[in-house]
């Protein structure tokens, strides 16, 4: 898949390539950071930079639409409300224990762990499901994401370097 995306953007300037990479739910800036640093050859900063963005702007989409969104299909389809209402009920059933306990900070924590389906569009939408407001979760999602972006970061030049070494 990765492959896929690569050549999607590979005849974009570099930054655009690392910006939109970073805005895919699997990829996000776990993988836009090394590809921008040893396939775009971009340098750290720049690098940085733009795969933090490109993380931060889907999570502010989701953000702000997802709530419309559900209610109006909601409204439309009775079927899309009962699976809504069972949905939220559920998720907020099982983890409110552990967003009572670690809060906003908790959120943070999550987006900021370097794994997949841990990042800014799985912590938008759990902030939703926990009714974080959204200036709220913008501050703390973010805060994730460059917390992600810097482990990425070390991760990707630390391998470069011991790759180079060989």
């Known amino acids: 898949m990765t492959e896929t995306l690569i050549n999607a953007v590979k005849n974009l300037p570099p930054e655009l390539a690392v ?16 590809l921008g640093l040893t396939i775009f050859h971009l340098n750290v900063f720049s690098t940085f930079i733009f795969s933090v963005i490109g993380d931060i702007i889907p999570m502010l989409v989701i953000i702000y639409l997802l709530e419309p969104a559900s209610l109006w299909l ?3 389809w009775r079927l899309a409300e009962k699976f809504f209402n069972w949905l939220f ?8 224990g552990n967003y009572q306990k670690y809060g906003e900070i908790g959120l943070m924590i999550f987006v900021a762990i370097p794994l997949p389906l841990t990042g800014s569009w799985t912590g938008a939408v759990a902030a939703f499901l926990f009714g974080i407001p959204k200036k709220r979760a913008i501050i703390f999602i973010s805060a994730g994401v460059v917390l992600a972006g810097i482990a990425v970061t070390i991760l990707s030049l630390s391998g470069i370097t011991l790759f180079n070494n060989f």
């Open 89 to 96: 009920a559920r998720t907020r059933r099982k983890f409110t």
């Open 74 to 76: 909601s409204k439309k």
């Open 19 to 34: 910006l939109i990479l970073a805005m895919f739910p699997l990829t996000e800036l776990r993988a836009s950071i090394p």
